[in-house]
């Protein structure tokens, strides 16, 4: 079973940047699409940036474009999220999530929550304006 475990998450000035990480356990995490989520206090979840297995397709949320950029480095069972320009509204906590046991294209990526399966426990993620 694949075991997700985020860091990176903190406080910071808005306008700054932070840099997510999500290390996976197992064997097989280059088979599974990937994505990053979060979920402000009152608000429902929602995906913020996606990304295939391979790398080479993405998934952003209107929200995030331009600012976000989701990556992964197979070789290392981790995928990133880099977080520029940051705003008072992007405070939440961040999971990190992988569909198992994956897809059936390699550019396949995913933008709802319910097509998660697997989730780490979160990151606290705080913007003061």
């Known amino acids: 079973q694949v075991q997700l475990v985020e860091s990176g998450g903190g406080l910071v000035q808005a306008g700054n940047s932070l840099r997510l990480s999500c290390a996976a356990s197992?064997?097989?995490?280059?088979?599974?699409?990937m994505g990053w989520l979060r979920q402000a206090p009152g608000k429902e979840r929602e995906t913020v940036a996606a990304?295939?297995?391979?790398?080479?397709?993405?998934y952003y949320a209107n929200s995030v474009k331009g600012r976000f950029t989701i990556s992964r480095d197979n070789a290392k069972n981790t995928v990133y999220l880099q977080m520029n320009s940051l705003k008072s509204e992007d405070t939440a906590l961040y999971y990190c999530?992988?569909?198992?046991?994956?897809?059936?294209?390699?550019?396949?990526?995913?933008?709802?929550?319910?097509?998660?399966?697997?989730w780490g426990q979160g990151t606290q993620v705080t913007v003061s304006s």
């Open positions: 999530a992988a569909r198992i046991p994956g897809a059936t294209s390699s550019g396949s990526v995913y933008s709802r929550p319910a097509e998660y399966n697997v």
């Open positions: 197992g064997r097989t995490f280059s088979r599974h699409p």
């Open positions: 990304i295939s297995r391979s790398g080479d397709s993405t």
